[in-house]
């Protein structure tokens, strides 16, 4: 696994610095992860995941496909809404919350309104 977090920090071509802030870390912790000295714990392995849109097993296994599918992981990304965009989190919310038929005019004025030029 070690290998491949290396890997996908350099093919991102972030440095240790830029590839901790993205993740949430400190520099000193790549680094000494880099060099064996420390371990990731498994939530700071599913937020690479998250932040990279990288296969989980592929990180943690080297099989399967490295890079996610989105529809696999949309419980996934709704938990990451949730926390991170609370903008977001309350538009979804309200759109949960229509009836069917506001969900159609919804749709219809997004639909007009993204094709306007």
Same mark, same amino acid.
């Given at each position: 696994?070690r290998n491949r ?6 093919e991102?071509?972030?440095?240790q610095?830029?590839f901790?802030?993205?993740v949430g ?11 064996g000295n420390r ?7 599913s ?16 099989k399967?496909?490295?890079? #996610?599918?989105? /529809?696999?992981d949309y419980?996934k990304?709704? *938990?990451?809404i949730?926390i991170?965009d !609370?903008?977001a ?8 919350e229509? #009836?069917?038929? /506001? ?6 004025? *997004?639909e007009?309104?993204l094709?306007? !030029?």
């Amino acid at each position: 696994m070690r290998n491949r977090i290396i890997e996908l920090r350099k093919e991102q071509g972030l440095s240790q610095e830029a590839f901790a802030k993205k993740v949430g870390l400190s520099r000193n912790f790549i680094n000494q992860f880099e060099n064996g000295n420390r371990n990731m714990s498994d939530r700071t392995i599913s937020d690479i995941c998250n932040t990279f849109q990288i296969n989980e097993e592929w990180l943690r296994t080297g099989k399967g496909v490295k890079e #996610s599918s989105a /529809d696999l992981d949309y419980g996934k990304i709704c *938990a990451k809404i949730g926390i991170t965009d !609370k903008k977001a989190k309350a538009a979804i919310m309200k759109y949960y919350e229509l #009836s069917p038929e /506001d969900k159609e005019l919804f749709w219809k004025f *997004a639909e007009r309104f993204l094709n306007m !030029k």
